[in-house]
């Protein structure tokens, strides 16, 4: 099956710093999706991106939709400590099926 | 709007032994999920069911059987437990391009 290649695996940073990570793929993908996941939690999701080039924010976060469709972009400016967690992204194709990353883990030292 | 419900929330099983993961969501949403998320692997898809009376494999089928008992309810069937399934089960539904995720239930197989 196909997983999203998704990086870093992991970041440790100082609260106020901003946050970058990626998602990228072999495959084109129709709709790409940011999701933070926390401790004994199902994934949330945190941003849907529909279109080649969109830029959307929610509040701090940031995120991109690659011109090539087989890229994704999330950004977190000014972390907080209730930022830690764990981002996925996922994609979904024309064949309507959903393909997940590793995950990015994200510590933040207050 | 509970949004999509699990239960149990954790599970010891024996090896053999068998039991079902019962999903629900309350969103009206035709397709529904079963994921399994192991360290390292991020969401792998295991069934999932794109209207109520239909059932497609996923990545990781062998070692399940699902029902999709209604539009509202997609069950999860281990038969005869191995270690090996030992993980995480996410259920999730799915509207137009996003996808809800349950809490997860927590199945240890000894």
Known sequence: GQQLNQS????FIQEGEDVSMNCTSSSIFNTWLWYKQ???EGPV???ALYKAGELTSNGRLTAQFGITRKDSFLN???SIPSDVGIYFCAGLNT???FYFGTGTSLTVIP | NAGVTQTPKFQ?????QSMTLQCA??????SMYWYRQDPGMGLRLIYYSASEGTTDKGEVPNGYNVSRLNKREFSLRLESAAPSQTSVYFCASHLRWEQFFGPG???TVL
């Open chain 1, 8 to 11: 870093p695996q992991s970041m």
């Open chain 1, 38 to 40: 926390e401790p004994g």
């Open chain 1, 45 to 47: 999701l945190l941003i």
């Open chain 1, 76 to 78: 977190i400016s000014a």
């Open chain 1, 95 to 97: 064949g309507n099926q």
């Open chain 2, 12 to 16: 010891v099983l024996k090896t053999g």
């Open chain 2, 25 to 30: 969501q309350d969103m009206n949403h035709n």
């Open chain 2, 105 to 107: 239930t927590r199945l």
